[in-house]
T-cell receptor, first 115, second 114 residues
Framework: DAGITQSPRHKVTETGTPVTLRCHQT?????MYWYRQDPGHGLRLIHY???????DKGEVSDGYSVSRSKTEDFLLTLESATSSQTSVYFC??????????????FGQGTRLTVV | ELKVEQNPLFLSMQEGKNYTIYCNYS?????LYWYRQDPGKSLESLFV?????AVKQEGRLMASLDTKARLSTLHITAAVHDLSATYFC??????????????FGAGTILRVKS
């Protein structure tokens, strides 16, 4: 599991409520990512981080914010959850000694249902 | 904008048969990855392909990369039931920089029937 823990693993929330998902890693990797997985779309990048307090948007960032105050934790927040944000969310880290040999490893996923 | 297309999206095959999954991508990239996902589980890395003509094999699976054609293939030889899973290709949208900003194909659901 590459030392990645996502919490919670499952969550049901109501439309309009804020939700925060946590990704915790134990190996001090600099790069962390949040993806969402939906049928027919594969995984899509939401936000990523390249260091403490350094984050940037991905392909589907609208409605999401992130924070990284410590190397080991990368938080994904849905400010006001909508039904379209019902999805499985995966955290990932990049592992590799050089730019060319980096590889992404994924956490176990968080299944979020917005009702 | 980088786009990744996989086909077929669903593949039902008999045990012992061979088949190929195709992954086309729209813009130049220097890194392509294949992942496997079992239902309800995380993604498991299968292959990392970094250069034109790269070929990697693991058991009954072989992956190749043609960067000129922007095409990768995942070939399955003599399929067995344990290979039933969803297979994703993913292309790195970064330009030689560290990290993995991946653009995924939609996935191929593989069912191997005995």
């Amino acid at each position: 599991d590459a030392g990645i823990t996502q919490s919670p693993r499952h969550k049901v929330t109501e439309t309009g409520t804020p939700v925060t998902l946590r990704c915790h890693q134990t190996e001090n990797h600099r790069y962390m990512y949040w993806y969402r997985q939906d049928p027919g779309h594969g995984l899509r990048l939401i936000h990523y981080s390249y260091g403490v307090k350094d984050t940037d948007k991905g392909e589907v960032s609208d409605g999401y914010s992130v924070s990284r105050s410590k190397t080991e934790d990368f938080l994904l927040t849905l400010e006001s959850a909508t039904s379209s944000q019902t999805s499985v969310y995966f955290c990932a880290i990049s592992v590799g000694s050089t730019a060319m040999n980096t590889e992404a490893f994924f956490g176990q996923g968080t299944r979020l249902t917005v009702v | 904008e980088l786009k990744v297309e996989q086909n077929p999206l669903f593949l039902s095959m008999q045990e012992g048969k061979n088949y190929t999954i195709y992954c086309n991508y729209s813009t130049t990239s220097d890194r392509l990855y294949w992942y496997r996902q079992d239902p309800g589980k995380s993604l498991e890395s299968l292959f990392v392909l970094l250069s034109n003509g790269a070929v990697k094999q693991e058991g009954r699976l072989m992956a190749s990369l043609d960067t000129k054609a922007r095409l990768s293939t995942l070939h399955i030889t003599a399929a067995v039931h344990d290979l039933s899973a969803t297979y994703f290709c993913a292309v790195d949208s970064g330009r030689g920089e560290y990290g993995n900003k991946l653009v995924f194909g939609a996935g191929t659901i593989l069912r191997v029937k005995s």
